[in-house]
Nanobody, 115 residues
């Protein structure tokens, strides 16, 4: 059974930083990409960042230059380093993997940026 467990969310002041982690277990098959999405109340879920099996990365326009996605293949873990956080970054953040058997999602972790 594939499981994605996120951690690292919380409350941070504007301008601060957080690092999200997503540990993947049970996926003994090919993972094409590991992604972070977010969803704020009343908004659609949006792609924040992705990293492919080749190590290529892509970011949503609103987070370019502030967020960095990385992965540790040995630990089957993907990270999202979030710097210069803004109140509009407040959302539930979800880890997603795109695999040969379809997509899998984590339960989400809340990030709140507020003074």
């Amino acid at each position: 059974q594939v499981q994605l467990v996120e951690s690292g969310g919380g409350l941070v002041q504007p301008g601060g930083s957080l690092r999200l982690s997503c540990a993947v277990s049970g996926s003994g098959f090919s993972i094409y990409a590991m992604n972070w999405y977010r969803q704020a109340p009343g908004n659609q879920r949006e792609l924040v960042a992705k990293i492919t099996s080749a190590g290529n990365t892509a970011y949503g326009d609103s987070v370019k230059g502030r967020f960095t996605i990385s992965r540790d293949s040995a630990k089957n873990t993907v990270y999202l380093q979030m710097d210069s956080l803004k109140p509009e970054d407040t959302a539930a953040y979800y880890c997603n993997i795109h695999t040969i058997r379809g997509d899998y999602w984590g339960q989400g972790t809340q990030v709140t940026v507020s003074s």
